[in-house]
């Protein structure tokens, strides 16, 4: 990593450096793409893909209630509106049955959330897509690595954002995202979006925007890209631990589809009384989260979309029951065992309360 930073200090490449288009290279062929824009979040990566696919102000992006508020903020950024569906209960992905009912005339588009690690299930949402002219961009910022029956995630549909947020399994050294796709005009109008919408110095075909994936942080995911097929083997051990230590804790483990190879960005427990449950690993020293306690529908900031509580009802049990264990490919197997015996003491306390 040393040399990696130094080599750009030496070279002062600082915007869209060398970098940027070595790392560009292999994130695309990591991803089985032809192209891949570096961008300066994830969030930018789905917005510009978006943009950069036609969804205009008007149009409608359908995308599910239960992920990150980046999901549904890009979709408004673009001047589209977000048009939310249930995930299904047991993937936590965008449940295909829900979408017939979600399309209108003004559809554009679909965004799947390839969401904990795990992909959506791709084939039945293109067919429906491709049916009816739609766009659909994965949000595949949980999943680097991840694959549907084999083919990496991002490869799948028309273009792919991915998030390089520290805490992601690929993570930069601050904030950073790509866009891959194998359509080259869309490349082409990403590399002007993102810079200003310049197709030459000072000539600017499009109102593009600064977003440009860091030189700095394109040195740190070169290096790190290296590792990340390394690092997601181990997160999938952790869960397959996980799995055999609490089959009997009175939780609800988190189900792999058979189309997948999960990455664990998030290992997602359910809990009757979570928030019990969570205050109890707290007084043992362990840490959890909750992804996302708030559906997108209860956000105080989407309020006006007008969905009332228990629209989207497998959503709402995951924001009542969900609770991510600790997961990071450094984790050990005695650490693991550690969280499992405290889940087993903690849910066992709860039952003689
Ligand atoms: C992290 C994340 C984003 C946003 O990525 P940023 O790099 O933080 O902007 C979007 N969607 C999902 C599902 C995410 O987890």
Avoid at 158 to 177: R, T
Avoid at 270 to 293: K, S, V
Wanted: glycine share 8%.
């Amino acid at each position: 990593m040393d040399n990696a930073l130094s080599r750009v200090l030496r070279e002062t490449d600082f915007i869209l450096g060398h970098a940027v288009d070595r790392f560009e290279a292999r994130f695309a062929r990591y991803c089985q793409t032809e192209y891949a824009v570096g961008v300066d979040s994830g969030t930018s990566a789905l917005e510009l893909a978006l943009r950069a696919c036609g969804v205009e102000p008007g149009d409608e992006v359908i995308t599910a209630a239960n992920t990150f508020i980046a999901t549904a903020l890009a979709i408004t950024y673009t001047g589209a509106t977000p048009v939310l569906v249930d995930v299904d209960p047991r993937t936590h992905t965008l449940d295909v049955s829900a979408l017939p009912d979600a399309f209108t005339e003004r559809t554009a588009a679909i965004i799947p959330v390839h969401l904990y690690g795990q992909p959506a299930e791709m084939d039945p949402i293109l067919a429906l897509a491709r049916r009816r002219g739609l766009v659909v961009i994965e949000d595949a910022c949980q999943a680097h690595g991840a694959t549907y029956k084999g083919k990496r995630v991002g490869s799948l549909g028309d273009a792919a954002a991915f998030s390089f947020y520290p805490a992601k399994n690929l993570g930069a050294y601050g904030d950073g995202g790509a866009v891959v796709t194998n359509d080259a005009r869309v490349a082409e109008s990403l590399r002007m979006l993102r810079n200003y919408g310049q197709s030459q110095k000072y000539v600017h075909e499009l109102r593009g925007y600064n977003r440009r994936l860091d030189t700095l942080q394109a040195a740190v995911l070169e290096v790190k890209l290296q590792y990340l097929d390394q690092w997601n083997a181990r997160r999938r051990e952790h869960a397959g631990l996980y799995e055999s230590l609490l089959s009997d804790a009175g939780v609800t483990t988190p189900e792999t589809a058979a189309y997948a190879e999960h990455v664990w960005h998030l290992y997602v427990i359910r809990a009757g009384d979570r928030d019990g449950l969570r205050r109890r690993l707290a007084e043992r020293g362990i840490a959890t989260g909750i992804h996302y306690p708030v559906p997108i529908h209860r956000q105080p900031a989407y309020a006006d979309l007008g969905y009332a509580r228990g629209a989207f009802p497998a959503t709402e049990r995951i924001a009542a029951e969900a609770l991510s264990l600790p997961m990071y490919a450094e984790l050990t197997p005695e650490m693991i065992e550690t969280v499992a015996a405290a889940v087993h003491a903690c849910t066992r306390e709860q039952v003689q309360a």
